[in-house]
């Protein structure tokens, strides 16, 4: 094999192949920088893109809510009406919650009085304990806060028994069966719910204003007569009726949300726990808002307390 | 109520217009189209059951199987097409009509899908409780009936929880037998199960064609239960039915799915 012969680039050639390939080495770095910018205005256009796609669900399930209410009250009058059932749901909504707000109440009651105390003694006002507790318990704490605890209670419990029921086809098993599924786990629930809230706050009030009593006995020696009658010289009727049936909405809030979460979940036990969660927290969310819509609506029409 | 043992009110048939199938067809479905979104799933299916006959429906996963059932109970409305059942338009009927029409079906889901808060017995008994107006005696009759023909008398008082998968899935059966059927869809039936159990649950639904002369539709892709099974079957693939016959039949196919598929039992 002849020995390969050397070839040798001039100079003149050599500074230009140089120069040419500096050249190109600096535009592909600057194409390499544009590229580069590009990348990082996309990327920042798409961080920003997500925005739309948060609205999309949520109005997607804000009117997928909606119906559910429409489809509430249309089939609220038609057969079949389960009557038992809503029994079962009163007992369960009621009856086994009753140890969790009988505590909140009475827990809630004492430390009123407990906190105030303090505070009225140091403008000798500490007679107006009772009328204050009373006004607190009976017109706002005692409300939201039985509403708060129930819906925690009970909006992740209906949330995850339906999501659980509609991933493993038994609410397409009722269905089929033509058992009518919305009447039998949706009107039912929600029912109980109207008519139990307002039951079990009453039951809250009653146990903070003992609460509240029993405090102040062991502080102050208070009369239990004079405990009542201070409590509601400054109540009217109009302000504890008001406040308590406020909790049937609230009721309804919670058993409508919570179904219809429940009701719609679509894929495995994950999403069961998210719509549990979800229940939970956006019944709370629309409880306290709703609240605040009803408060201004009772001042409106019946006036401040006391006046 | 509508007590499935009462006879039916004699009324017009809801036909829409179409030409209903023969007597003797009690499901027919022509031209089944349905999407979700840009998923095309079934893209004009026809098929049509006889009465007293085993059909079965075969394919992949995610080929659109429970999908084509979920049409003939009407869980699912399709989106072109129509779903005949026993001579009426299953797609068109509504309120008392419809739940008249869906008593005359039972429907066996995948995992059985018993109402797990319930025994066993009051599975049974929801279903005869809202549609009848029998006896308590005869309410227990029907159950003890049922129970024993899917080969599971003892376990009454058991919670679902407390079943195999085997055993829930005939208890799902009892409950759909429990208000007398003419026809059965089956859920992927044997999915899950070990191969005597398959076995077991396959031979109940020929028996019950056999013996009560209940006609039914069982979309699986297990071929073993197929083979006990099936009169006629059905390979749906894209969302269309490629291929139809007997097993056998499919089975020298030359459309390369329906090829694969078989290879995959090899």
Same mark, same amino acid.
């Given at each position: ?85 809503l029994l079962n749901q009163m007992d369960e909504v009621g009856t086994r919650s ?94 109980a719910?109207?008519?139990m ?111 | ?28 479905? *022509?031209?089944?189209?349905? @999407?979700? =979104? /840009? #998923?095309?799933? %079934?893209?004009?299916?026809? !098929? ?81 409780? *809202?549609?009848?107006?029998? @006896?308590? =005696? /005869? #309410?227990?009759? %029907?159950?003890?009936?049922? !129970? ?89 693939? /894209? ?7 007997? !097993? ?19």
């Amino acid at each position: 094999m002849p020995p390969r012969p050397e070839i040798e680039e001039p100079a003149d050639d050599l500074a230009g192949s140089l120069t040419q390939r500096l050249r190109t080495a600096r535009r592909s770095r600057t194409e390499e920088k544009i590229l580069q910018e590009k990348e990082l205005a996309e990327a920042l256009m798409a961080q920003r893109r997500p925005r739309e796609s948060v609205w999309g669900p949520f109005l997607e399930r804000a009117g997928g809510l909606f119906g559910f209410v429409g489809q509430f009250f249309a089939r609220f009058w038609r057969p079949p009406y389960e009557g038992k059932e809503l029994l079962n749901q009163m007992d369960e909504v009621g009856t086994r919650s009753l140890t969790l707000t009988g505590i909140v109440g009475l827990s809630i009651g004492m430390v009123l009085a407990m906190q105030s105390r303090g505070t009225l003694a140091r403008f000798g006002a500490e007679s107006f304990l009772p009328g204050m507790l009373a006004l607190s318990v009976f017109k706002e704490i005692g409300p939201v806060l039985t509403s708060l605890v129930l819906a925690g209670r009970l909006g992740a419990g209906i949330a995850a028994e339906l999501g659980s029921m509609k991933v493993t086809e038994q609410i397409d098993a009722l269905e089929v069966a033509a058992l009518k599924p919305f009447h039998y786990l949706v009107l039912t629930r929600v029912l109980a719910c109207v008519i139990m809230f307002p039951l079990m706050t009453i039951l809250t009030d009653v146990l903070a204003m003992c609460g509240g009593f029993i405090e102040s006995a062991l502080s102050s020696n208070m009369d239990y007569r004079m405990f009542v009658t201070e409590a509601f010289a400054s109540m009217r009727f109009a302000d504890v009726i008001v406040d308590t049936m406020k909790t049937s909405l609230f009721g309804f809030i919670v058993g409508i949300v919570s179904c219809y979460l429940g009701y719609n979940v679509r894929g495995g036990t994950r999403e069961v726990g998210q719509a549990a969660m979800q229940a939970v927290v956006l019944s709370s969310l629309m409880i306290l808002l709703a609240d605040v819509v009803v408060v201004r609506m009772s001042l409106l029409f019946f006036g401040a307390p006391g006046t | 109520m509508l007590d499935p043992f009462v006879p039916e009110p004699a009324h017009m048939p809801v036909t829409g217009g179409a030409v209903p199938p023969p007597e003797d067809v009690v499901v027919d479905l *022509r031209d089944l189209t349905k @999407s979700f =979104g /840009e #998923k095309h799933v %079934l893209q004009g299916v026809d !098929l049509a059951l006889e009465r007293g006959t085993s059909a079965v429906v075969l394919g992949g996963s995610g080929t659109g199987k429970s999908v084509l059932t979920k049409h003939i109970v009407r869980l699912l409305r399709p989106d072109k097409g129509e779903v005949w059942v026993m001579g009426e338009r299953m797609d068109l009927l509504e309120g008392d009509a419809l739940d008249r029409k869906r008593l005359h079906i039972g429907y066996l889901f995948q995992g059985g899908a018993l109402f797990d808060s319930m025994t066993v017995y009051q599975n049974l008994q929801f279903f005869l409780d *809202r549609h009848t107006r029998l @006896s308590k =005696g /005869e #309410k227990n009759d %029907l159950i003890a009936e049922s !129970l024993e023909s899917v080969n599971l008398p003892g376990v009454a008082q058991q919670f679902p929880a407390e079943l195999s998968g085997g055993q829930r899935k005939r208890i799902g059966l009892a409950r759909a037998l429990v208000l007398k059927p003419d026809i059965i869809l089956y859920d992927e039936p044997t999915t899950g199960l070990d191969p005597v159990s398959v076995r077991v649950v396959s031979e109940l639904i020929v028996k019950l064609r056999d013996e009560r002369g209940i006609s039914s539709i069982s979309i699986t892709h297990d071929l073993l239960a197929a083979r006990i099974i099936t009169d006629r079957a059905h390979f749906l693939f /894209e969302g269309k039915i490629v291929a139809a016959g007997t !097993l056998d039949e499919l089975r020298h196919s030359d459309h390369p799915a329906v090829q694969e598929f078989f290879e995959g039992e090899v």
